[in-house]
């Protein structure tokens, strides 16, 4: 009788110790890519950390993070509950871009901005940084992402361009070039942030919150039909095509944000279909 009570407190004992060391990481899914998204889920309770970010969790353990343009090849994702620690190096790979050079500009060209053009870039900033710092906690951003709108495609996540030498901004979007007034459609479920008509760079401006950091921009937009504060589903109309802002032609620029990094939204959507 002793001997079964001690191998019962033995196989006790066990369990204990086996269900101590389950693991935290559920699951982890994306593009492990310079401008890649990826959701992961860990245990219930959990605290999670990227690099040296406290990461949100869902009420079911899920977590999104994301890695920008000029990611560094290694990451760092900790998932710590009461004693125990598991620690995951993340490999991202690197991404080569198109860089054009064009040299011997006038340097009105390279750098034209007036004081008080420079105010009203700064001051529209600022209304794009807070639209984007606006998150819910919607799970939208676990969505299967749809394609905004259609027509070809006309400019990719990083390119950039070096002027006389100096480096210009990265394009931080997909461009489908399309006529003005094509239909844009909300590519996922969410809460728009943001929605301004005449920005400097970008003219008509609409900002979608998917939840949890996760954001959509749209530029370039001749007209939007949504308000600030306004629910959208998948598939919902939200704005039409345009070349307001700076811009050559009518395109819209589609832009994804996990809070201030920038990432490819291509890496979201199906292959694109050309509309023909």
Request: hydrophobic share 35%; charged share 25%.
């Amino acid at each position: 009788m002793l001997k079964n009570i001690l191998f019962i407190a033995a196989l006790s004992i066990l369990s204990v110790a086996l269900k101590a060391q389950e693991p935290l990481l559920l699951s982890l899914k994306g593009d492990f890519t310079q401008g890649g998204l990826v959701v992961g889920q860990a245990v219930k309770g959990s605290e999670v950390t990227f690099d040296d970010k406290s990461l949100e969790l869902t009420p079911e353990g899920y977590f999104v993070f994301g890695f920008h343009r000029d990611m560094p090849e290694t990451a760092t994702l900790t998932i710590k509950k009461g004693e125990q620690e598991e620690v995951q190096k993340l490999f991202v790979r690197k991404r080569d871009y198109n860089i054009e050079r064009i040299d011997g500009l006038p340097p009105s060209k390279v750098n034209p901005m007036k004081p008080e053009v420079l105010k009203r870039i700064r001051k529209e900033g600022s209304l794009v940084a807070k639209a984007r710092a606006n998150t819910s906690k919607d799970e939208f951003f676990m969505q299967d992402f749809i394609w905004p709108a259609k027509g070809r495609l006309s400019g990719f996540y990083g390119s950039q361009r070096v002027l006389n030498g100096e480096p210009k901004r990265p394009h931080y979007g997909v461009d489908v070039a399309a006529p003005t007034g094509t239909t844009v459609v909300a590519p996922a479920d969410g809460t728009v942030r943001l929605a301004y008509d005449d920005m400097f760079y970008s003219g008509g401006t609409l900002i979608i919150d998917h939840g949890y950091g996760v954001s959509s921009t749209f530029i370039h937009l001749n007209s939007i039909d949504v308000e600030e504060g306004q629910k959208v589903k998948q598939g919902d109309k939200i704005a039409t095509i345009g070349e307001t802002g700076r811009a050559t032609g009518p395109h819209l620029d589609w832009r994804i944000n996990w809070y201030s990094s920038r990432l490819d939204p291509q890496l979201l959507v199906p292959p694109f279909k050309e509309d023909k």
